[in-house]
């Protein structure tokens, strides 16, 4: 079912470059909502889940604030209350940079160990039922497609220096 159908849209869509976007867009959205329906269920949100991944993945185990808000384009003050709020429930803590003591690294504790083995599983099998039925060769070209949209926003459309901070 095409976009102009499934939105109930009274007219086609003009171009075929505002179908697009809005195709991605309504599909974002989509696997947002999903997502937030995972994680709801595991008093969670697909952000903290994030910041877990991230860190179980992290060469030493930890990363700092900043290198986690840039990983997931987060910004500093979302950054830093998804950081409280797992710090709260003790998935996550704060340890001093070994040789910056103006930075805090971010390390997983045991809880938030297992909170990462006990939902990744799951949230790996809803990204596989995600692409079902989509070739690897149509994946590959999506994600280059994708990789040029996120050039032409940096580039055409973001203030220089500020790139999705």
């Known amino acids: 079912m095409g976009l102009v159908e ?19 867009v ?3 959205t989509m696997i947002a909502r999903a997502s937030f329906r995972y994680f709801q ?17 992290a060469a030493d185990g930890a990363l700092s604030q900043a290198a986690l808000g840039r ?4 910004n500093k003050a979302d ?3 998804i950081i ?3 710090e709260r429930t003790g998935l996550v803590e704060r340890v001093a940079h070994p040789n910056d003591r103006r930075v805090n690294l971010v390390r997983m504790t045991a809880e938030g160990e297992n909170a990462v083995e006990a939902l990744e599983a799951g949230y790996l099998e809803g990204v596989e ?11 590959n070209r999506l994600n280059r497609i ?8 940096k580039e055409k459309l973001l203030p220089p220096g500020r790139s999705g901070e």
């Open 6 to 24: 499934e939105l109930g849209l009274d007219r086609p869509i003009e171009t075929v470059e505002h179908e697009s976007l809005l195709n991605i």
């Open 26 to 28: 309504y599909t974002g």
């Open 41 to 57: 269920g595991h008093r969670l949100t697909d952000a903290q889940f994030n910041v877990l991944v991230q860190l179980k993945y």
């Open 71 to 74: 990983r997931l384009v987060v």
């Open 79 to 81: 950054m830093t209350g």
């Open 84 to 86: 409280d709020r797992l």
């Open 129 to 139: 039922k995600l692409m079902t039925g989509i070739s690897r060769t149509d994946l």
């Open 146 to 153: 994708l990789e040029k949209v996120r050039r032409n926003v």
